[in-house]
């Protein structure tokens, strides 16, 4: 399935949307311990836009063919 | 002395595996400044990543870190995850399929080219050698600092900057960027493994991450969330720091490497997670210093932020262990200076000494390009003995300069109607807007929340904001470009074919 570009640009706002997390502004409470709770939300978000990326590269960008150069 | 020796043993097979990517230079100018355009998905990763990730990423974050708390990662790391990737997407690809259609091997070329303009050549080349220095200087001075904190002072931070200098040197001069590439993937997997257990040497040392977050939490609470430390218009501005990397003259050139558009895939899925992995451990070391320093542990001032990662390996791991940590730290700086110095070379070689002698050999290219380099290194490492900036600080004004030229990127690869008038507006507009701020942040008292701000954010913003006004305005009250160019760059699906 090819991704359109209004799909595309759908997907980036919602992630850049994500990254403005004020519910954890000032909570400073721990996670596993060790991790503020406002730091292992981006750590998360890696995650999640690293599998965005992956939907948009898979469906939009140019696969490997055998007509590249070696 | 331990540590000394782990550190000359780590440059030496650096050096080594940077010479074996001589072994496999072709001896052409197009295989010295683009490895022939051959460069495949994990080499690419691994040298884009390792080219973005320098001094600012480890020493840098950990010392910011150590003074305004967590929120600094999504500040810098996160935002690379989306806008770092976008740009690689957007912009990488297509500057890769015109380099490759068109030739190009310089930024440059590509925008005198596209906007039938050698002024704008003229003008933009001074900008992007002065942007590029201050980035260099972010990894002199971290390698300086480093080190120094490790020895505890035993060896000076200008011997540290003149040997890293010195090592870069020899191998880009004899292999160009294929060495570079070699260099980076080797670098990139060292700094990755050694940031990793760097992290839990110190959690260790420290009684286990539980308990060294417990010490913040207790003496330091308010670096555990961004409260009033990074207010939100602050924290949003700087998405458009990262936006900086679509401009670098050294990504430009990493990318034209590339053996084909399909290589991209694999640096833009991966990115937001290497960038995740070497960031996480440095600012939660720098906010663990900050503890230490609470319970009077740990001596620092914030004022020699610069040293908290030094000091963190030199007090809580022993002699070999501090070795090897800090040659993971001098394999993230040196990955980025070594495609900095040879960006500058290129840029010289191709926009200034070829533009003069249009019949220069394939031979006196690579020479002139070596001599550059070889000026430039000593020009910084110079420079580096006079400098007193934070990293980060310095680190973000130099990415606030190519944000403010990213407009022209975008609008040469997307915008038909942008014309020379808009562009040289653009590149004026952010010399000046820039100039003011930088000379403004230098007063006594200018800074707020840690940092320069302007209306409660980011001067980035209003560079960006001013570039692309002027680039708009410009571009809409002149006479828009040739049909013939117009045609190179934005061809239909058939002669793009």
Known sequence: MRLSAAAVATLLTILAILHHDFWWWNDASLVLDWIPVGLAWHVFYAFLASAVWAVIVSSTGPQDSPGDTP | ?497
């Not at chain 2, 003008?123 to 201050?134: A, E, W």
């Not at chain 2, 010289?348 to 533009?355: G, P, Q, S």
């Not at chain 2, 190519?402 to 014309?419: D, E, N, Q, S």
């Open chain 2, 1 to 497: 002395m331990t540590p000394l020796i782990v550190i000359g043993g780590y440059l030496g097979l650096l050096l080594g595996v940077g010479l074996l990517g001589h072994r496999l230079f072709r001896g052409t100018s197009t295989d010295y400044f683009l490895a022939s355009r051959s460069i495949g998905p994990f080499m690419l990763l691994m040298s884009l990543f390792g080219t973005t990730m320098t001094a600012f990423a480890l020493v840098g974050s950990t010392g910011k870190a150590y003074v305004l708390g967590i929120g600094v990662f999504g500040l810098m790391a996160s935002w690379a995850a989306i806008v770092h990737p976008a740009m690689f997407h957007f912009v990488g690809r297509r500057v890769w399929d015109l380099g490759h259609r068109l030739g190009h091997v310089t930024q440059v070329q590509l925008f005198r080219d596209r906007f039938e303009s050698p002024l704008l050549g003229a003008l933009l080349f001074p900008i992007l050698v002065g942007l590029v220095i201050p980035y260099l200087l972010i990894g002199v001075l971290g390698a300086g600092a480093t080190v120094a904190a490790v020895t505890k002072g035993a060896v000076s931070p200008a011997l540290t900057s003149a040997v890293v200098s010195a090592v870069v040197l020899v191998y880009v001069s004899f292999g160009g960027i294929r060495a570079a590439t070699f260099a980076n993937t080797f670098q990139t997997l060292v700094f990755l493994a050694v940031g990793v257990l760097t992290f839990f040497t110190i959690a260790d040392a420290l009684g286990g991450a539980e308990a060294a977050t417990a010490r913040t939490a207790l003496l330091r609470p308010e670096l555990l969330s961004r409260g009033d430390l990074i207010t939100q218009p602050h924290f949003l501005s700087y998405a458009l720091v990262g936006m900086s990397v679509g401009m670098f003259p050294h990504l430009f050139q990493h990318w034209l490497t590339a053996r084909s558009s399909s290589a991209f895939n694999l640096s833009i899925v991966w990115h937001p997670l290497l960038v995740m992995l070497v960031w996480l451990p440095c600012v939660m070391m720098g906010v663990w210093a900050a503890g230490l320093h609470a319970s009077g542990e740990l001596a620092l001032p914030p004022a020699k932020a610069n040293a908290v990662l030094g000091i963190m390996v030199a007090h809580f791991t022993g002699p070999w262990m501090s070795g090897v940590l800090t040659a993971g730290i001098l394999a993230a700086i040196m990955s980025s200076l070594d495609s900095q110095f040879l960006a500058l070379g290129t840029m010289f070689t191709e926009d200034i000494a070829a533009r003069i002698d249009e019949n220069l050999s394939e031979t006196k290219k690579i020479w002139m390009a070596r001599g550059f380099i070889a000026a430039i290194v000593i020009g910084t490492w110079l420079l580096s003995l006079f400098t007193t900036r934070g990293i980060f600080d310095l680190g973000v004004w130099c990415f606030s300069g190519f944000t403010g030229l990213t407009p022209l990127v975008i609008a040469a690869l997307y915008w038909r109607r942008a014309t020379r008038i808009g562009a040289i507006a653009c590149v004026l507009t952010t010399a000046v807007a820039w100039t003011t701020l930088f000379i403004a942040s230098l007063q006594p008292g200018a800074a707020e929340h840690g940092e320069f701000l302007v209306g409660g954010v980011m001067p980035v913003v209003w560079i960006f904001g001013a570039s692309s006004l002027a680039l708009v305005v410009g571009s809409l009250l002149s006479t828009p470009p040739s049909d013939a160019t117009l045609a190179r760059y934005f061809p239909g699906p058939e002669e793009a074919a």
